[in-house]
T-cell receptor
Framework: GQQLNQSPQSMFIQEGEDVSMNCTSS?????WLWYKQDPGEGPVLLIA?????ELTSNGRLTAQFGITRKDSFLNISASIPSDVGIYFC??????????FGQGTRLTINP | NAGVTQTPKFRVLKTGQSMTLLCAQD?????MYWYRQDPGMGLRLIHY???????AKGEVPDGYNVSRLKKQNFLLGLESAAPSQTSVYFC??????????FGSGTRLTVV
């Protein structure tokens, strides 16, 4: 089945560092979404992107919808312990169904 | 307003046993989905429904059945559980522009 290529698969950083992760696809998407999953919980939406080239922020998080519509990235600035979790990218091609990346597991050393 | 509620949260089955996972949403959403999450595999779609009385296969449907008799409920059944079905199962409903609202998951272990 179709999946997005998300990288890196895992990150180990120090508190206060910036984080960057991205998703790529061979297909075009109309919408890109970024979710975060806390341990023992379901994914929760962080940022939604609807237009090629769009740059959107949510607090310390910034995400961009690639110009080619085949990629997206998520940056987290000045990481804090509560940023720990798994981050998923997801794309929609217009139908009411999402395709997900494999996830990026973020671990923060205090 | 509870959103998407999944029951049970944890379950241990013996190989060959059957069980049903329940998903309930109170947002009047038409589209509902069942995913499984395995380490390094992300979220893979098992089955989905576009409305009451409808179901469709996703990416990994084998070994599972679903039913959507009422709009608010989407049931996932395992007729004869296998160790390969050990996973975390998530239900979701479509919110529109904001993608999915997920339940908190069911952790299933098949021994």
């Amino acid at each position: 089945g179709q999946q997005l290529n998300q990288s890196p698969q895992s990150m180990f950083i120090q508190e206060g560092e910036d984080v960057s992760m991205n998703c790529t696809s061979s297909s075009i998407f109309n919408t890109w979404l970024w979710y975060k999953q806390d341990p023992g919980e379901g994914p929760v939406l962080l940022i939604a992107l609807y237009k090629a080239g769009e740059l959107t922020s949510n607090g310390r998080l910034t995400a961009q919808f690639g110009i080619t519509r085949k990629d997206s990235f998520l940056n987290i600035s000045a990481s804090i312990p509560s940023d720990v979790g798994i981050y998923f990218c997801a794309g929609s091609q217009g139908a009411q169904k999402l395709v997900f990346g494999q996830g990026t597991r973020l671990t923060i050393n205090p | 307003n509870a959103g998407v509620t999944q029951t049970p949260k944890f379950r241990v089955l013996k190989t060959g046993q059957s069980m049903t996972l329940l998903c309930a949403q109170d947002m009047n959403h038409e589209y509902m989905y069942w995913y499984r999450q395995d380490p390094g595999m992300g979220l893979r779609l098992i089955h989905y429904s576009v409305g009451e009385g409808t179901t469709a296969k996703g990416e990994v449907p084998d070994g599972y059945n679903v039913s959507r008799l009422k709009k608010q409920n989407f049931l996932l059944g395992l007729e004869s559980a296998a160790p390969s079905q050990t996973s975390v199962y998530f239900c979701a409903s479509w919110t529109g522009l904001h993608g999915y609202t997920f339940g908190s998951g069911t952790r299933l272990t098949v021994v």
